[in-house]
T-cell receptor, first 111, second 114 residues
Framework: GQQLNQSPQSMFIQEGEDVSMNCTSS?????WLWYKQDPGEGPVLLIA?????ELTSNGRLTAQFGITRKDSFLNISASIPSDVGIYFC???????????FGKGTTLSVSS | GAVVSQHPSWVICKSGTSVKIECRSL??????MFWYRQFPKQSLMLMAT?????????EQGVEKDKFLINHASLTLSTLTVTSAHPEDSSFYIC??????????FGEGSWLTVV
């Protein structure tokens, strides 16, 4: 199945550090979404991006929709232990007919 | 409150039997619904996209005769796993596309085939 290129695959950081992860695609997307998923549950939307170049924040989270519409990044500032989890990017294609996920970034935060 | 209702939350079935999972939109009419499968420690893999009143579009490698998707109305889509085998055990989750490309996810369904 289709998947986006998401990196890094995993990160181990200290509490208080900033984190950055990104997703790239060979295809253009109209919408980029960033999710966090806890074990056994569905993904929870963190940030949605609908326009190329758009920079959006949600508390300590900031995400940007790449100008080429083929990439996006998510930053988490001043990480805390509850940030631990798996983060996924997802892109909705131009026709709106497929929402494709990245492979995920597993974040571990030590206090 | 929940926008998408998916059930059952979990189901155990015998090998060879069929299982139906429902995904229901509670607050809006969803013209497009997506079905995903997620194995442990892996990402969500798109299985198929369904549009109300038309046949589902399946991703490469997904057997359409095994995973039957029915999008009979603007508020209901079903996934039926036919002749289930232990390797079909997974987390299945639906999502709906609303206006303005807003995406809503169901709570997911754990399927265990014994």
């Amino acid at each position: 199945g289709q998947q986006l290129n998401q990196s890094p695959q995993s990160m181990f950081i200290q509490e208080g550090e900033d984190v950055s992860m990104n997703c790239t695609s060979s295809s253009i997307f109209n919408t980029w979404l960033w999710y966090k998923q806890d074990p056994g549950e569905g993904p929870v939307l963190l940030i949605a991006l609908y326009k190329a170049g758009e920079l959006t924040s949600n508390g300590r989270l900031t995400a940007q929709f790449g100008i080429t519409r083929k990439d996006s990044f998510l930053n988490i500032s001043a990480s805390i232990p509850s940030d631990v989890g798996i983060y996924f990017c997802a892109g909705l294609n131009q026709a709106g007919t497929a929402l494709i996920f990245g492979k995920g970034t597993t974040l571990s935060v030590s206090s | 409150g929940a926008v998408v209702s998916q059930h059952p939350s979990w189901v155990i079935c015998k090998s060879g039997t069929s299982v139906k999972i429902e995904c229901r939109s509670l607050d809006f009419q969803a013209t497009t619904m997506f079905w995903y499968r997620q194995f442990p420690k892996q990402s969500l893999m798109l299985m198929a996209t369904s549009n109300e009143g038309s046949k589902a579009t399946y991703e490469q490698g997904v057997e359409k005769d095994k995973f039957l998707i029915n999008h009979a109305s603007l508020t209901l889509s079903t996934l039926t796993v036919t002749s289930a085998h232990p390797e079909d055990s997974s987390f299945y989750i639906c999502s709906l596309k609303g206006s303005g490309n807003t995406i809503y996810f169901g709570e997911g369904s754990w399927l265990t085939v014994v």
